[in-house]
């Protein structure tokens, strides 16, 4: 039987320049646009030694030229180029430099689309460790890591499935026929609906299907804003 030979990857960046002077474009454009004109990339602009700015471009060669004359003129001394194999990527990459570089010259902050936030399952791992933590220290009964375990597999099983994702609570966002609305998720996973009063919801599910008047799938229905301040959908705590 014929032996299966590994294929080994193909790397992401196929050429880069680091650290080149500004001064390039005026005395050699004829050699940096026969390198990297028309290469998709991300890039970066330097003050001196300093990182100042984190781009992304269909032609770098382009791009940093503009840099010349826009509101980064004079700002910057440097650049480096960062050529692409591919362009599916190409926006996590800058995203990721952005958040975490988090450069003088950019005003926006790199958005992880389709990422996880864990920070609150963080929260919810870390609050049980104070807990048992402070039993231990008041002389209370002491909780076995198999008991906490067991009761965070029966939290998968509760009613309310977005129980102790939001400390301290957290407002929910959908749209539907034009119209806005709101919801308050509690500590404990209970959802009110804004304009429904008197009704508590268990899950996003409910909670939706009270706003539609139909079977509802709530973790695409309702966002909650992120640390960046940005939509996101419920669906994305799973």
Sequence with gaps: MAKKVKRESRSIVIGHL???SSKVFDSHHKQITEIIEG????????????????G???????????????????????????????TDHINEIEALLLRIA?????????????????????????????K????????GKKV?????KKRKAKAGKTKRPLAG??????????????????????????????????VIYDSPSAAGAAVRKKSTNGWVFWKYKDESGELVSLGDLR
Excluded: C, M
Aim: cysteine-free; charged content about 35%.
């Design 18 to 20: 680091e650290k080149v």
């Design 39 to 54: 290469n998709y990339g991300v890039y970066a602009l330097y003050r001196r030694e300093k990182l100042y700015y984190v």
């Design 56 to 86: 992304k471009a269909s032609n770098l060669k382009s791009r940093v030229k503009q840099h010349l004359k826009d509101r980064h003129a004079g700002k910057w001394t440097h650049f480096s180029a960062y050529l692409i194999r591919k």
């Design 102 to 130: 988090d450069p003088k010259g950019d005003k926006v902050k790199g958005k992880l689309k389709g990422s996880l936030n864990l920070r609150p399952k963080l929260k919810v791992l870390l609050s049980e460790d104070f």
């Design 132 to 139: 048992r933590l402070l039993e231990e220290l008041l002389g």
């Design 144 to 148: 076995k890591k198999k008991v906490a």
């Design 165 to 198: 994702f939001f400390a301290g609570g957290k407002v929910i966002y959908a749209t539907y026929k034009g119209k806005d609305y709101k919801g308050w998720v509690a500590n404990n996973g209970a959802i009110r609906v804004k304009g429904i009063k008197g």
